[in-house]
């Protein structure tokens, strides 16, 4: 293997937990299968699930061989780590469904094995080929028997539920450290494997699947965990004011995407580029003493946004991103094509009016928002009320004497300004701004 996986590991920090202390380095020396799992909860992986699919990436990269591992019987239950309350059951259908898209989220990631003799390549493989048909009988047996309710209450997941008063654990959930464990088991049998990753929430889950190998097959095998990701103020990572930060396009656009990564605070953002990323130390930590000595600049957010948006929607989507990010904070917003000012303009708050009133407006009927049917134009101030970036017209008045308010991205001096089909962008948008980056975006929609 070129260079030293496990010095690269350290050195990004992902390495929580070990079963072993010596399994970072044999990790240099030997080939290993492993596995990491994944719920089909959702018909999209979210970022939450970036630390993990980027080590399965780094870990085959150095000549393991990894299996991506979907949990199509176990998703059936819902693991209960780090969840208060129990997960809604889902159908065979919602199931289905759901593991079809994060197929496709995880083949992206890694190099496939494409069938008989080509060998290496990583598997993508779904646990209901050996839970699915298996009774009930026989899962008591084979597994349940090998373990004590005190072990398994014991367990953080299951702990944690308990001894709150308000919420409870089902049999259902209280089982699926088995599950998991059994899938362990399969996979070393059915592929050899011998290590699983997963985030800290697993560790419980991860060792008994350890035990369960070691007391069935007499057989060593090993656990990693990486660390909670979280964001500078010690929130959960992936969640916004508008939701969860998804993988998949449709849920998150790449524009939303590369933002997200963008506005990371500079005492978290080193690290995620060490999470995140495949730039090499030098760079990286080049980076870091740029976040120190020049912080304003956001060299480290902006090179951290555009490699993990290419790493997950493809160079081009990033460059595309970063474009239009360049054009909304830099003042050209004016001269996006109409689909990027599109995704620009798609979450930012905004007003729609008819199209008639920026023109064509009947003699002797009222301008203005508000006088209904065609006209000659919109007056400035009253959208500015209208939009919430001023308080009043002599509130606007002032705002725009001040500097403040901006049409389009060019800074506008008429307190009178009338605004006519001329200024819809694409015939359809008006972007206004107050100060730096408090948008309003208005929408001509046909009568």
Not at 132 to 157: P, Y
Request: with cysteine.
């Amino acid at each position: 293997m070129a260079g030293s996986i496990a010095a690269d590991l350290r050195f990004r920090g992902v390495v929580n937990q070990t079963t072993d202390e010596g399994l970072l380095d044999r990790l240099d020396v030997d080939r290993l299968t492993f596995y990491a799992g994944f719920d089909p909860t959702a018909p999209s992986l979210h970022v939450g699930s970036l630390l993990q699919l980027c080590l399965l990436r780094r870990l085959q990269t150095a000549g393991h061989r990894p299996i991506a591992l979907a949990g199509g019987a176990t998703g059936a239950i819902g693991d209960p780590g780090g969840k208060s309350e129990e997960r809604p059951l889902q159908t065979p259908e919602e199931i289905d469904r759901n593991l079809a898209g994060i197929r496709t989220q995880m083949a992206r990631f890694l190099e496939l094995d494409e069938g008989p003799g080509a060998g290496g390549g990583a598997l993508l493989l779904d646990n209901r080929q050996w839970l699915g048909g298996m009774g009930l009988l026989d899962f008591l047996r084979d597994v349940g028997k090998h373990f004590t309710v005190n072990q398994m209450v014991a367990k953080e997941t299951v702990r944690s539920r308990l001894e709150r008063t308000d919420h409870s654990i089902s049999y259902a959930e209280f089982s699926y450290m088995l599950l998991q464990a059994y899938d362990f088991l399969c996979l070393h049998d059915l592929h050899g494997c011998e290590l699983q990753i997963g985030g800290s929430d697993q560790w419980g889950n991860i060792t008994m699947g350890v035990e369960l190998v070691r007391k069935t097959r007499r057989r060593e095998v090993f656990g990693l965990t990486t660390p909670l990701v979280t964001k500078a103020d010690g929130t959960k990572f992936g969640k916004t004011e508008q939701g969860t930060v998804w993988l998949d396009p449709e849920r998150t656009s790449p524009y939303r995407f590369f933002q997200f990564f963008l506005q990371s605070e500079d005492a978290v953002v080193g690290q995620y580029l060490r999470y995140f990323t495949f730039l090499p130390r030098e760079e990286i930590e080049a980076l870091d003493q740029q976040v120190s000595e020049r912080p304003q600049a956001r060299a480290a957010q902006r090179r951290l946004a555009h490699e993990v948006t290419s790493l997950v929607h493809g160079e081009q989507e990033a460059i595309r991103a970063e474009r239009a990010s360049r054009a909304l904070f830099d003042g050209s917003v004016a001269d996006l094509d109409a689909d990027i000012l599109e995704e620009v303009v798609r979450d930012s708050p905004s007003t729609s009016l008819p199209r008639g009133l920026f023109g064509g407006r009947p003699a002797g009927q009222p301008s203005g928002v508000d006088g209904g049917g065609a006209g000659d134009g919109v007056a400035l101030l009253d959208v500015l009320i209208r939009a919430g970036l001023a308080s009043s017209k002599g509130d606007g008045r002032r705002k725009i004497s001040q500097g403040g308010i901006y049409v389009n991205d060019r800074r506008e001096h008429d307190a009178d300004r009338v605004l006519r089909p001329d200024d819809l962008l694409h015939g359809r948008y008006v972007v206004l701004r107050r100060g730096k980056h408090d948008y309003h975006v208005l929408r001509a929609e046909a009568p």
